[in-house]
Structures are given as C-alpha cells and as structure tokens.
C-alpha cells in the first residue's frame, strides 16, 4: 500500500493539486479583486474563477490517469488481417528503400506487430499508439487517446493562470518602506512568482504543441525523425500523415475512434508511385 501511495505519480500529482488550491487560496485571502467582488455580494466573478481552476484540475486528473493509448495483445487481434495483407501488397509497389516501413515488432515488451507511430515508454513499460512524449508532470505519456486532454488542459490552464496573474497584480499593497511592503505582500508575491514560472511552461508547450498538432506531426517524430524508420527517407519538409491544417486540427479534435496510420501512410506512397 504504502508504494503506491509514495510513489512518483502520486506526488507529482499531489504537488500539482497542493500549489494550484494554495495559490488560489492566497488570491481569495489577500485585498484582490476576488476578495473585494465577495465583500461587494457580488459573486460571479469568484465563482467563475473558482469553476476554470476546477475545470483545469479535472482535465489535468484525466489527462493524468488515463490510458494515453497502450498498444495490448487484444488490440492486435482486433486488427483484421486484410490490413496486413493490403500493407504487404502495398510494399511491394513501393520501391525496395522503403521496405523499412512495415509494421515493427517491439524490442521491449511482447507486443509482435507495433502499429505506425507507437513507441515503447521507458517509464511506462508500455508501447503508446500516437506517442508524443512522456511528462514527468502529469507522470503519464501522451499519446493518441489523451493528446486533446493534454491540449485542453494547457488552454484551461493558461486561461486560469493569465487570470491569476491579473488577480495577483491587483492585490499588492503599497507601503512606504520596501521591508513593510515585502512583510504585507510576501504570500501574494510567492504566488505571483509561481504563476509566472508556470505561465511561460505552459505558453511555450501550448504554441509549440498546437504548431505540432496543426502540421500532424508529435514531439518524438519532430525530435527523432532521423532515426524512426518510416520518415527518414523523407526529407525535412515531407510529413506523409499531413492532411492540411484544417484536416489534422479535424483529424486530432474531432476524430475519436483508433486511426490506422499505415492506411494513410501507404495511400501518399500509392499517390507517388
């Protein structure tokens, strides 16, 4: 019991929950505009705050603990053998440099055919289809059943932490000697800082993950796309899974059910060949 209860998932999870209520906490409790709206009756605006900061902790914990995509035994008997026969067909009309691009078998676990796109997570001990990458934040991977959890929770996220920083700034009082002014502000001033640390963290992953997303492309293939099999023989520019921006921003939001890659991959071959 006591393992699971210290184990890294459940303190990094706890971390995240104690500085996101303590922070909000110190913004109800000092002279801001919150405390003042509730002085005032007039509620909507804390209770909205209140809400965004619930709804970021909701879709951090889903995000969190969700499956992200693991790639199981059931899975691959799911998969009709008529997609392996159509692939093997494809790869022979396809030029002999290219033969890389079959379906692999993991070097890690027992998984015998790895879909297009899947890696092995060290952390997680798992092959993750869609694999992005893993964060030691959330303590899970981020793969193609999480992915737009993931977003929404960087765009609620930012969206309470802009809000808090406005919140934060409208509470400092002013003092004639900087010693009184550091001694009345000293909470809201922790809390300002740690707002700002995790609005630059969470401005650069949302801009860099959305410029991803839009060109379906994910963090290991942007990373590593040297050393994965199926697009080091593309050049830099080439992405077979590009469907257009609005296409993959579709694909990735509104597309819910497993996509079979190799469909796509090997259809942008037969359109070349």
């Not at 210290?6 to 909000?24: C, D, E, I, K, Y």
């Not at 619930?54 to 053998?81: A, Q, R």
Request: with cysteine; aromatic share 14%; glycine share 4%.
């Amino acid at each position: 019991m006591f393992p699971k209860v210290l184990s890294t998932g459940f303190l990094v999870r706890a971390l995240h929950a104690g500085l996101t209520w303590a922070v909000t906490l110190v913004l109800f409790l000092s002279k801001t505009d919150l405390r003042q709206s509730e002085e005032r009756g007039e509620f909507r605006q804390p209770v909205i705050f209140l809400l965004l900061v619930l709804c970021s902790m909701l879709l951090y914990f889903i995000t969190s603990l969700m499956d992200p995509g693991y790639v199981t035994f059931d899975d691959e008997l799911k998969m009709s053998p008529s997609i392996y026969c159509d692939l093997g067909e494809k790869e022979q009309m396809v030029p002999v440099i290219q033969k890389a691009k079959r379906l692999r078998r993991c070097g890690y676990c027992m998984v015998q055919q790895q879909p297009m796109r899947s890696k092995h997570c060290q952390s997680c001990q798992h092959c993750v289809r869609r694999y992005d990458h893993h964060c030691p934040w959330i303590e899970n991977c981020v793969g193609e059943r999480n992915h737009r959890f993931f977003m929404l929770y960087l765009i609620s996220q930012l969206t309470v932490l802009l809000w808090a920083f406005h919140i934060a700034w409208s509470g400092f009082r002013t003092e004639a000697e900087w010693k009184d002014w550091l001694r009345v502000n000293t909470f809201l001033l922790l809390a300002l800082t740690i707002i700002i640390i995790f609005t630059v963290v969470v401005m650069l992953l949302l801009v860099s993950h959305l410029y991803l997303v839009s060109s379906n492309t994910t963090t290991w293939e942007f990373m590593s796309r040297h050393r994965i099999s199926y697009l080091k023989h593309c050049s830099s520019e080439e992405n077979p899974f590009d469907q257009g921006i609005l296409g993959n921003l579709w694909m990735f939001f509104c597309v819910c059910k497993i996509v079979t890659w190799e469909r796509i991959y090997f259809q942008e071959d037969d359109e070349q060949v």
